[in-house]
């Protein structure tokens, strides 16, 4: 008799336990932030800018690699540049139903307010410049090499949604990197794709020929700071 209560009591004791860790999981999920100190909220236009001014270069733009054809995603020299205003949308199990069509009437630049939804880190989402139909994708280095380096840049010929393995290079996250301000980083490690092998990485900045484009690298990383669009710094 005694044993069976003890046992019970171990049962219960457990559950407790259980359904107090449940809220603290999902209080680790923070929002994005913008200088500011809001929320990111999904279709609205942010520009990307170095978190460290002085000379480290200023917001991300796009351009064309000398030996590609294809639109590549850079930092801008300038630290007075905040370069082109992005989209964010994160992944949702609805999207693998919906068409381009309409993803793309969800990232405009002037969202319904029924649609908006929060930004939050580490959550698989795509990113789009304001005015570019596509979203960014990391360069597959083995098909099309846009440079001797093998660098995996980040280039924009991703289209948005449908996560799976067709499009599973075009997911990225959102990491915040500083306690005491927001100060982020763009990682590669998607997990819409179960059965994808993927090398992850931070997407950092790569020199070459006086650009600086945006690579996945293990051992670098681009620290940069949310600015809303039409806003000064």
């Given at each position: 008799?005694?044993?069976k209560?003890?046992?019970?009591?171990?049962?219960?004791?457990?559950?407790?336990?259980?359904?107090?860790?449940?809220?603290?999981?999902?209080?680790?999920?923070?929002?994005?932030?913008?200088?500011?100190?809001?929320?990111?909220?999904?279709?609205?236009?942010?520009?990307?800018?170095?978190?460290?001014?002085?000379?480290?270069?200023?917001?991300?733009?796009?351009?064309?690699?000398?030996?590609?054809?294809?639109?590549?995603?850079?930092?801008?020299?300038?630290d007075?540049?905040?370069?082109?205003?992005?989209?964010?949308?994160?992944?949702?199990?609805?999207?693998?139903?919906?068409?381009?069509?309409?993803?793309?009437?969800?990232?405009?630049?002037?969202?319904?307010?029924?649609?908006?939804?929060?930004?939050?880190?580490?959550?698989?989402?795509?990113?789009?410049?304001s005015?570019?139909?596509?979203?960014?994708?990391?360069?597959?280095?083995?098909?099309?090499?846009?440079?001797?380096?093998?660098?995996?840049?980040?280039?924009?010929?991703?289209?948005?949604?449908?996560?799976?393995?067709?499009?599973?290079?075009?997911w990225?996250?959102?990491?915040?990197?500083?306690?005491?301000?927001?100060?982020?980083?763009?990682?590669y490690?998607?997990?819409?794709?179960?059965?994808?092998?993927?090398?992850?990485?931070?997407?950092?900045?790569?020199?070459?020929?006086?650009?600086?484009?945006?690579?996945?690298?293990?051992?670098?990383?681009?620290?940069?700071?949310?600015?809303?669009?039409?806003?000064?710094?």
């Amino acid at each position: 008799m005694f044993l069976k209560l003890f046992i019970s009591s171990l049962l219960i004791l457990a559950f407790a336990l259980q359904s107090e860790a449940e809220p603290r999981v999902q209080s680790h999920t923070h929002s994005v932030l913008d200088t500011n100190g809001n929320e990111l909220q999904a279709g609205h236009p942010y520009y990307i800018v170095s978190a460290y001014r002085e000379g480290r270069g200023g917001g991300v733009s796009f351009d064309r690699g000398q030996s590609s054809r294809t639109a590549m995603v850079k930092q801008l020299s300038s630290d007075k540049n905040f370069g082109a205003p992005v989209i964010l949308f994160p992944v949702s199990k609805s999207q693998e139903k919906v068409d381009r069509e309409r993803v793309l009437r969800e990232t405009s630049r002037n969202p319904s307010p029924a649609r908006e939804r929060i930004i939050r880190e580490s959550t698989d989402l795509n990113i789009r410049f304001s005015d570019m139909p596509v979203v960014w994708q990391v360069e597959d280095s083995r098909q099309s090499p846009s440079s001797p380096s093998q660098n995996r840049h980040v280039i924009l010929e991703g289209q948005p949604g449908h996560p799976g393995p067709s499009t599973v290079r075009n997911w990225f996250r959102i990491e915040r990197m500083s306690k005491s301000s927001p100060e982020y980083r763009v990682a590669y490690c998607p997990s819409v794709c179960d059965s994808c092998q993927v090398e992850c990485g931070n997407i950092g900045v790569t020199m070459e020929s006086g650009n600086r484009w945006l690579s996945v690298s293990q051992h670098r990383e681009f620290p940069f700071v949310f600015v809303k669009a039409n806003r000064r710094w």
